[in-house]
Nanobody, 116 residues
Framework: QVQVVESGGGLVQPGGSLRLSCAAS????????MAWHRQAPGKQRELVAT???????NYADSVKGRFTISRDSGRNTVYLEMNSLKPEDTAVYYC??????????WGQGIQVTVSS
């Protein structure tokens, strides 16, 4: 019943920027953790960044200093601002939300391609 929808992906050149957004369909839900994961072809899915309901943020070492995760709890929306993009950032990016009293929810994934 809960829908989690990502937007903002696309093709950018190395050094460019993108901003991903992800929104849950139910704004009244209480979400404890929001996160972004990514998966490149032939590789396992990896955690990129997380943010808690206390605004504690964590990042994978590979994106520290380049990516910023943020949230709008009133809209149950999470963002990922990606700067200084590298070809190795190319992947399908997945939004994750842990809803208090329910379960974990994933978006369908959105493609980010970094190429010249």
């Amino acid at each position: 019943q809960v829908q989690v929808v990502e937007s903002g992906g696309g093709l950018v050149q190395p050094g460019g920027s993108l901003r991903l957004s992800c929104a849950a369909s139910e704004s009244r839900f209480r979400i404890s953790v929001m996160a972004w994961h990514r998966q490149a072809p032939g590789k396992q899915r990896e955690l990129v960044a997380t943010i808690t309901n206390g605004d504690i943020r964590n990042y994978a070492d590979s994106v520290k200093g380049r990516f910023t995760i943020s949230r709008d709890s009133g809209r149950n929306t999470v963002y990922l601002e990606m700067n200084s993009l590298k070809p190795e950032d190319t992947a399908v990016y997945y939004c994750y939300m842990r809803v208090i009293g329910r379960s974990d929810y994933w978006g369908q994934g959105i493609q980010v391609t970094v190429s010249s």
